[in-house]
Each structure stands twice: as C-alpha cells, then as structure tokens.
C-alpha cells in the first residue's frame, strides 16, 4: 500500500516510512492511504460474523502487504488483542459499543497496541532507539503508556495538561518508569499537541533523535481502531431481525470525538466495506467540527475544560483527514453532528442510567443524548425547517442524507461508542447516578503507584533542550 500526505498529494511512501515518521516532518501534514481496499463480499456477509482477531488481520493485510509478512500480522495481532469489543443493546434501536476492556479501561487500548508492536516490528534491526512523543487530553497517554511500556527498541515521552484531565487518568500517566515518562504541561491539550507538532517538523531536533508520534496522527494508530467498527456493524447487521425486528438495518455509528481520529477509523471501515450508513459526530463543548458543519468555515480556537476531558480539543488534527477524503458536500450528506455541555452531558448520565440501566461515562453521555435527540424529533424538526440555534448544545443544523432512515422509514439502529470505562470518571457518575460506579482491579492498583510526572513549561525552546538533554 502507498500512503500520500493531506498537504501534498504528490507525496508517496510505504507503510513503514508513515508509520516511523509519524507525519510529514516537510510538510506538517498526515499520512493517508492513497486508495481504501474493499474486503471481500463472502467475508463481509458471514453469518456469525468473523471474529474481532480476523477481522483485524483482513482489514489490517492490505496496508502492511509487502512489509509485513502474514504470519509476523497474525502474531501482532493475536498479541495485540487478548481482549474483546463488546457490543450490548440498550433499547430497540440503539447499542453500546464498549470499548473499555483493555488494559487501560478505554477506546485508545485497540490502536495503541497495535502500534507498539508495530513499531516494535520495524525498529528490530535499528541501534538506536525510536523516541515516541504523544500529547494526550486524557486516555491516550495511557494507553500508548502501556501498550509501549518495555517493548524494546522504543520510548515514550507523554505531555498532559496539568489539573485538566481526571486524578484516575492522571495517576494512570505519571506513575511510568523505565523507557516511558509524563510531562505535566502548563497549558492546555492543543499546548501539548503543538509542542509535539513543532518537534516533529524541527530538523535540528529530528537530526540529534529518531522521533514518531503515538497520537491519532499516526496512521498506525488509526488503522486499527478501525477493526471495532468493521466488528460491531457486522455484528448488528447479523442481529437486527432477530433483535430489532429491522430487516436491512441503516447502521449509524454515534462517535464521541475529540482528536477525531475514532470517527476518521470509522470512516476507513465503511470505506473497505462495513454496513454503515452514516455518522453522528458528538462532542463537547469544543465544537470546532459541529460548527464547521454548520457554517462550512473551519475556525480551530482554543480548548476549554469540560467533564468529557479527553474530547477537550480545539484543533482537531483529524479534520485534514476528513476533508482530504472527502468534500464538504459529502461530509455534510454522511455526518449528522452534536455538541453537549457539561450540564447536558450530566444530565444525560442520568438519563441513559434511568432509562436503560446501563452506567456510561461523560464521553459516552453526549453519543447517548445526540442519538436519543436524533430519534426522538430533533431530526424530524430540521426536516421540518425548524433549524434551531447552532451555537447552542444540541443537534447542528445539517440534515444528512441518511435522515428519512431515522423519521420515516424507522430501520436506523445507532451504535453509540462508549470510549472509556465509568470509573475513570467516578465522581461525575456518582453525581448524575446517585452510584458510584465499580472501579476494575486494574484501575484500583494504578491508584496506589508513585507519581513520576516532570513539571514542564508551555515553552518550544524549553521543551526542546529538555528533549536533548535527557534523551
């Protein structure tokens, strides 16, 4: 497979180059696959559905072909993966999509691993080691953290907002040692994301140290967050008529986003085959996306601090992905898109909890409220012209070409992606729910562990030297 870059089509790499680079260090620009391989007919309609394992190693063969060899893919795989994406219902026409049963209880778990070994794969016969840099709003430190801790060949540097993301997330990043350490940043996620951004293009730096990145910048750990999509739509295509008495389910997957690198994954998946029709992209407060599909101006700003943290984002760096796959006009007939403040995304917590019974997290809260909005007249409004006001929480005004599926044809089943385990965030569902939710073994020992982080200044020039200096 070829890869180009979202600011030079000219541009031709191989996966390995994409993958160790992270991103174009000339441009500044991310890497993408030049085409997007459809997987074949009779495996996409096996009833049961293949397996997530099979599933990753079909869709994951074609962007590695020549590079890595299948036997060396299925060992990466099988290691990568000794745990499930759940799918559960929630009510006749909605599901949960849990993504939380990795080792560090969210989404970020299925790319990470992957990557690492990945990385691993192709560093095997370097001498030196390859310095990851990943800037984190909240899970993605952690679970690069983990999935990289002692691979050999490879190490971590993760810079985190100081006092904006949750004190289980916190101790989550700064309790590493060995080849991977947390930065705690004076500033905000995008501080965090331009310091890595900056690294990566300066030439001096990259000529003193090998530098990739682990973010949603890297397209190996986009592509496999993938796989989870291909899974859950094949999963409940299998299962509509029996559960949902819908014969040919239209399938909307229901993305918290932040980078927007797990909805950017959702996109690759419906491109190589998955039944899916359409995309609710749902999100907090920072709602550079809802209001680019709004308004057709895309206007990045700051980051603000919201009970959702990890969807904290204010310069989505997935957004070139998107609109180098697709026009405008495509994304406003494939996306519907939401946003939610903090006093919706508590109130829903309460919501789905009274409802259903099922305990979701603040990420999950806002795809939980965007669909029941969607379903339950907000669509049918817009169709109706009642447009509502955009900058307010709630659903922007674009109605997608997928909408008659919802209000009048009613064979729209949402998958709503649950990102990250409740407990991660114990004391906002305690406050919607009136519970505290149970907190997995493998959260309860991290909160006993030493904090490491190293203090650093929202400093280029600082961050710079401290790079040289202890790498």
């Known amino acids: 497979m070829i890869y180009t870059d979202t600011r030079d089509n000219s541009v031709r790499v191989d996966f390995k180059t994409a993958v160790v680079n992270g991103m174009n260090e000339k441009t500044g620009g991310l890497y993408i696959p030049v085409d997007f391989p459809k997987l074949d007919k009779s495996f996409l309609n096996k009833d049961p559905e293949p397996n ?57 778990d299925f790319g990470a691993r992957f990557m690492a070994r990945v990385m691993s794969y192709f560093n095997r016969n370097e001498s030196t080691p390859l310095h990851i840099l990943v800037a984190t709003s909240g899970d993605t430190g ?4 983990s999935a990289f801790h002692n691979v050999p060949g490879l190490d971590v540097t993760i810079l985190y907002p100081e006092g904006k993301i949750s004190p289980l997330q916190e101790k989550q990043l700064s309790t590493f040692d060995g080849n991977v350490r947390a930065l ?62 819908i ?9 918290p986003s932040g980078n927007f690198g797990n909805l950017t994954s959702g996109l690759i998946a419906r491109e190589m085959g998955a039944p899916i029709t359409g ?5 907090n407060t920072n709602r550079t996306v809802p209001d680019w599909i709004a308004t057709g101006d895309y206007k990045a700003r700051p ?8 969807m904290d984002v204010g310069a989505p760096s997935n957004y070139e992905r998107i609109a180098a796959m697709y026009s405008f006009d495509q994304v406003k007939q494939l996306f519907a898109s939401y946003w939610l403040d903090d006093d919706g995304i508590m109130a829903s917590i309460k919501d789905c909890y009274s409802k259903t019974g099922y305990t979701i997290d603040p990420h999950g809260a806002v795809g939980w409220k965007a669909w029941s909005d969607i379903k339950n007249g907000a669509m049918t409004e817009l169709q109706n012209g009642t447009k509502g006001d955009w ?35 114990g004391s906002i569902v305690a406050q919607a729910t009136g519970k505290n939710p149970s907190i997995p073994d493998r959260l309860e020992k991290v909160m006993k562990l030493e904090d490491k982080a190293i203090p650093m200044e929202n400093d280029y020039e600082k961050f710079k030297n401290w790079l040289i200096e202890n790498l």
Not at 97 to 107: D, I, N, Q, S, V
Not at 195 to 204: C, P, R, S
Not at 279 to 283: G, L, Q
Not at 403 to 418: F, H, M, P, R, S
């Open 52 to 108: 997530l394992r099979e599933i990753a190693f079909e869709m994951a063969k074609p962007y590695v072909e020549g590079e890595i060899p299948d036997d060396d893919l299925r060992r990466i795989i099988n290691d990568a993966y000794p745990f499930p994406a759940k799918v559960s219902g929630l009510d006749p026409n909605s599901y949960v999509l849990e993504l939380f049963h990795g080792p560090t209880c969210a989404f970020k």
């Open 184 to 245: 705690k940043v004076k500033g905000t996620f995008d501080d965090c994301q331009k310091l890595v951004k900056t690294a990566f293009t300066d030439n001096e730096l990259r000529s003193k140290l090998r530098l990739s990145s682990a973010n949603s910048i890297n397209i190996s750990r986009l592509l496999p967050q993938s796989f989870y999509y291909m899974y859950a739509a094949l999963y409940v295509k299998n299962r509509a008529w029996q559960y949902n008495k």
């Open 247 to 255: 014969e040919n389910p239209s399938i909307m997957m229901v993305v």
């Open 303 to 310: 980051s603000v601090a919201t009970y959702a943290n990890a």
């Open 279 to 283: 995309f609710v992209a749902a999100t």
């Open 142 to 145: 952690s679970a690069v953290g």
């Open 391 to 425: 900058t307010k929480p709630g659903l922007t005004p674009n109605l997608p070409e997928w909408a008659d599926d919802v209000t009048k044809k009613k064979n729209a089943i949402g998958v709503i992606l649950e990102t990250a385990h409740p407990a991660k965030f």
